[in-house]
């Protein structure tokens, strides 16, 4: 069977200041959230730079990563290759980016629903395949 | 038992980002008919009312920007074609709200149409490519008619804990992940996130408070190659564009989520594939399943079924409706493969699963019986069954990837 080629995207592709989408609000939000729970002292060596671009997340996002993991706050893995087809190798071209719209720090945690009723246990339904 | 099953050590999930059967695959119905993609002449009416029918234009990036809206109300939408239980209390899923949905972000009625843009197989060969030569499932749904954060959270813990949101701040510890069980029962379990700067999306609960479970995709890589990859294992792609920690480069987001460049999924998923494929003592006893968490706003046209409800309870201040919502019926229909070389090539799937498959599966199969566990997640059918091969294909009769 003749090998299957894999698309690559090209090097324009890359944009590290596009805008972060909800998702990723979301999870600067969750490690907001985690981040409260942080003595000062341990706050100090986290980032606290606004966050509006995709690459402004990230930086935030590694150092809470690695601080929960208990490893050195920005820095990668020791021995760490780069993963074949997934790397966009070039100069650091991306200049700083202009401060876009910041993340609120923390959003609660409260429940917004409850457990209501208890079901009928049911037994999944048999494989078939075609 | 089937021998695929007998030899069975390592489950690997990859579960990328906010695409919908038919966007993806829905081109393969050319192909094979017992796929349930498209036929090329459904619509969904655009504001004016004039239908828009689907078209093979997606491009690999800057079409769907921005974001299609995927949170409970716009899906709502999406499903009903903006059909409100005050209007019909027995109203059905008609999947015509799509393009209405999209409007409503922009005002736009030419960009409004483009959510029914859908790949030629051609542009996606490793997603599609998987799709024909293993198992593609017609039937598999996100779990919950919504965002991210909630229907992963399904493939976690086999419920969402009554959120229909981003917000999945739980504290319950009603259930346990799969990975706790897993772990508790002296077998081997992790989450393997892209890189730190990446990270995980299951950060309140798992990442805080179990940070062993985790790993980097370079240690799967380096798992896989050491013959040291977990019994079950689930994997992240890359959220977002950002220069690597080191230093060395630029890395791309891989996740496929709008507006990323869906090439770089595909050589995510491809490299996946060929950490296990390339590596004899993996291969033959390794299952790999590659989902997508939700829909993403993006069209489909099979209604989602009703399923078993899951003991909650979202209100209507949670799923911005009208109406409470109560867990009975699943999300829209997402891309799932199932890739092993113990499945037939051109398996179609037509059983209904959802994201709670996910722990229903590993917990049978590495667990056994085991009772904690949500109603949603006891009845969600498993898929190990499709190993189903009296024997191991070749290893020339299955496919391989280069760049």
Known sequence: ?130 | MPPGLDVLKHIVVLMMENRSFDHMLGSLKAVNPAIDGLAGNETNPDSTGVPVSVAPNAAYQSQLDPDPDHHFPAVDLQIFGGITTAQDPNRQANMQGFVKSYFNQQFNIAHSHLIMNYFPQQMLPVLTGLAKEFAVFNRWFSSIPGPTLCNRAFAHYGTSFGQVSMDVFYWNKQYLSVYERLVAAGHTAKLYYYDEASSSLEVVNLLQNQPALFGSFQDFIRDCNRNLLPDYCFIEPNYTDHDAPDGSGELIASDQHPDHDVRAGEQYIASVYNAIRQNPNLWPNTALLIVYDEHGGTFDHVPPPACLPDGFVAQPSATGTPDPFHFDRLGVRVPAILVSPWVARGSVIDDVYEHASIPATITEHFLGAYTNRSPREIAANTFLGNLALPAMRADDDCPTFSD
């Open chain 1, 1 to 130: 069977m003749e090998p299957i080629r894999v698309p690559h995207p090209p090097p324009e592709a890359f944009n590290k200041n596009r805008r972060v989408s909800d998702l990723i609000r979301a999870q600067v939000n969750h490690f907001k959230h985690v981040e409260q729970k942080l003595s000062a002292g341990q706050r100090q060596a986290i980032p606290q730079h606004e966050i509006g671009t995709e690459g402004e997340a990230a930086l935030y996002i590694a150092a809470m990563t690695a601080f929960l993991r208990g490893q050195p706050v920005a820095t990668s893995s020791p021995g760490q290759q780069p993963v074949a087809g997934i790397r966009l190798v070039g100069p650091q071209r991306v200049a700083r980016p202009k401060p876009a719209d910041g993340i609120a720090i923390a959003a609660s945690a409260e429940t917004k629903s409850a457990p209501a009723q208890t079901v009928k246990k049911k037994n999944s339904a048999p494989k078939e395949t075609k």
